[in-house]
């Protein structure tokens, strides 16, 4: 969820589509389909008050570093959600690609695999 709120707030803008598509795939995700809604607010209340411009980039490297402690490998999955996010609103600055590109480091990621899903979902939002 951490990186989810990442790809939203990453720019400092409140963009309402990529509140929407941060909705949509929570409301899709098994994971947080499992928790009650009172506990996924609480979630959301302890990142938002440990987020601030200035620390967004621990969050992000503390949600990646838990990433690699998880017995199923969901890395590719949180990425192409957090393009999904950024690209919703169908503009991409500089920071939002700095994230994405710090994002496919921090995660490991296959840089072939991480492009496929960039273009796919580039091509998805009909981002130039």
């Keep these: 969820m951490a990186l989810l709120l990442s790809a939203v707030w990453i720019d400092r803008k409140d963009d309402a589509r990529e509140i929407e598509a941060k909705r949509a795939l929570e409301k899709r995700s098994r994971t947080l389909a499992a928790l009650p809604p009172d506990q996924i607010k609480a979630i959301k209340e302890r990142l938002r008050a440990r987020t601030t411009p200035d620390r967004i980039d621990h969050l992000i490297e503390d949600a ?11 890395r590719l999955s949180i990425f192409a959600h957090c393009v999904d996010i950024v690209f919703a609103d169908r503009r991409v600055d500089k920071l939002e690609k700095s994230f994405l590109t710090e994002l496919t480091k921090r995660l490991s990621l296959d840089e072939q695999e991480a492009a496929s899903i960039l273009r796919a979902l580039r091509d998805k939002n009909r981002i130039s």
């Design 64 to 74: 990646c570093n838990s990433l690699a402690a998880e017995k199923v490998d969901v």
